[in-house]
């Protein structure tokens, strides 16, 4: 099924791309969240409307990416977890638990859907998680768990 991409999303492309996906993974996952619209011939006429304006958006959002990707990189984001003997939580360190921490950290607020964990945080001690602030900014943050 061809469709146009309305949101980013990750290894599929950016808001304004025409692509070609499997019916089944447009219509149960993309269109439902208002990822997509389906290709017609009115949704082809809006793609270059929805690149000139992503396109001016970037320029001034990656300056801006950049920025909060050094102030990130310096903050010390701690989460509390229960945890048990040996360091082992009670269940895992969520998104949404990071992205609280690093607001009340002095951080900017963050959408935890832009966090990417490489493996569950299931241990009390220091972790990296991944932040894309933008499609060609990455920040690196240095979560502490520590027992409560």
Do not use: Y
Not at 7 to 33: K, M
Not at 84 to 107: C, D, M, N, W, Y
Not at 131 to 147: F, T
Request: charged share 25%; net charge positive.
């Amino acid at each position: 099924m061809k469709i146009v991409l309305t949101q980013e999303v990750r290894n599929l492309g950016a808001p304004g791309d025409v692509i070609e996906v499997a019916d089944g993974f447009a219509r149960n996952f993309l269109l439902p969240r208002r990822l997509a619209i389906k290709a017609t011939a009115g949704a082809l006429k809006q793609v270059d409307t929805i690149k000139r304006t992503r396109e001016l958006r970037e320029v001034r959002d990656l300056e801006q990416a950049q920025g909060i990707a050094a102030s990130l990189g310096s903050l010390a984001v701690r989460v509390a977890a229960k945890a048990g003997e040996g360091g082992r939580l009670f269940g895992q360190v969520t998104p949404a638990a990071i992205a609280e921490a690093v607001s009340k950290a002095g951080g900017p607020k963050i959408d935890k859907k832009r966090l990417h964990i490489d493996a569950p945080i299931k241990s009390v001690g220091s972790h990296v998680v991944h932040l894309r602030l933008h499609p060609e900014v990455e920040a690196s943050i240095n979560v502490d768990v520590v027992g409560a």
